[in-house]
């Protein structure tokens, strides 16, 4: 939520929010802003920087955004081109490294009868836009392909992905996905 705040506040004074947000960390937005963060999100930023650094995971990633005409977040991205596209425009920390590892597991459930664990190999790093455009491709190669894949959605522009997470049973990110 704090990231979402100082984004708009950036924006509303006419600056490359995105530009910002990559270049510093949490504690120099906190005092450019003057917003305060809670104690829980001081917390959560230095447990990902810790994260990160030490080459673990970080778990129950969101994929959230601004929706402009709307004037609203939007707590999904697209998996269709168009949708996917505007997703990414829109995207709060987008160039944040969200996995340290070259090659990991997804699991990929929504819209499918049947789970499929696909792996990606990578130079080390996922942000949060690199995954997002993985996953995506992965369900545009699938719905090109409805029958092999069993999928129950009827079209791609209905799925919208909410969030990813690490499960250690399956050694494997799993994402959480509805119709919209």
Same mark, same amino acid.
């Given at each position: 939520?704090?990231?979402?705040?100082?984004?708009?506040?950036?924006?509303?004074?006419? /600056?490359? !929010?995105? !530009?910002?947000?990559?270049? %510093?960390?949490?504690?120099e937005l906190e005092a450019i802003t003057g917003i305060k963060r809670t104690a829980n999100e001081t917390q959560q930023s230095t447990?990902?920087?810790?994260?990160?650094?030490?080459?673990?995971?970080?778990?129950?990633?969101? /994929?959230?955004? /601004?929706?402009?005409?709307?004037?609203?977040?939007?707590?999904?991205?697209?998996?269709?081109?168009?949708?996917?596209?505007?997703?990414?425009?829109?995207?709060?920390?987008?160039?944040?490294?969200?996995?340290?590892?070259?090659?990991?597991?997804?699991?990929?459930? /929504?819209?499918?009868?049947?789970?499929?664990?696909?792996?990606?190999?990578?130079?080390?790093?996922?942000?949060?836009?690199?995954?997002?455009?993985? %996953?995506?491709?992965?369900?545009?190669m699938m719905f090109r392909r409805k029958q092999m894949y069993h999928i129950w959605v009827a079209h791609l522009e209905q799925v919208?992905?909410?969030?990813?997470?690490?499960?250690?049973?399956?050694?494997?990110?799993?994402?959480?996905?509805?119709?919209?």
């Open positions: 939520m704090f990231r979402s705040k100082v984004r708009n506040v950036i924006a509303e004074h006419g /600056f490359d !929010a995105d !530009a910002w947000m990559r270049l %510093l960390d949490d504690n447990d990902r920087k810790k994260q990160c650094q030490k080459g673990y995971t970080v778990v129950n990633i969101g /994929f959230t955004g /601004f929706d402009p005409v709307d004037k609203e977040d939007t707590p999904y991205v697209r998996m269709d081109p168009i949708g996917l596209q505007k997703s990414l425009e829109n995207m709060y920390d987008k160039d944040e490294c969200i996995i340290t590892a070259k090659k990991i597991y997804v699991e990929i459930s /929504f819209g499918l009868e049947n789970p499929r664990t696909v792996c990606w190999q990578t130079d080390g790093i996922w942000t949060r836009a690199a995954f997002a455009k993985k %996953l995506a491709q992965e369900y545009q919208h992905i909410f969030c990813l997470w690490y499960d250690p049973r399956k050694n494997a990110y799993c994402v959480e996905g509805d119709i919209q």
